[in-house]
């Protein structure tokens, strides 16, 4: 094969992937992601704070408001491909004072203080 025939199959191949939202090695992910699913059967099940960090990890936010404590985790997906789409999210957990979880949710956003994803992947 030549050179034009392997750039234009590993093209083909990446969008492919995409295409079945597969994700290609040129995408730049950064935080953490927690499924929706995950979200809900913490939430349902009152999970405790060792319970939430045993199955996803220290959030990398904490913070205190209105007498709860809020744990934030972010995450940020910027795909290699045109038309593919991004993903800038975070999964929210809310606690009493007591360490009784109070709501689990997602919010759209979530860069915080470091700005925009897409300069941060450009090292601006």
Do not use: H
Request: hydrophobic share 35%; net charge neutral; charged share 20%.
């Amino acid at each position: 094969m030549n050179k034009t025939t392997l750039t234009a199959a590993a093209a083909l191949s990446l969008i492919l992937l995409a295409g079945c939202g597969g994700r290609t090695p040129l995408d730049y992910e950064t935080g953490t992601y927690i499924a929706p699913e995950t979200v809900q059967q913490l939430k349902s099940s009152s999970a405790s704070q060792d319970e939430v960090v045993k199955q996803i990890g220290y959030p990398n936010a904490k913070s205190e408001l209105s007498g709860k404590e809020i744990w934030k985790y972010d995450y940020s997906l910027i795909t290699a491909l045109p038309g593919a789409p991004n993903k800038n999210e975070s999964t929210v957990f809310e606690w009493s004072k007591a360490g009784k979880l109070l709501d689990a949710y997602k919010t759209n956003g979530g860069a915080g203080s470091n700005g925009n994803p897409l300069l941060k992947a450009a090292g601006m």
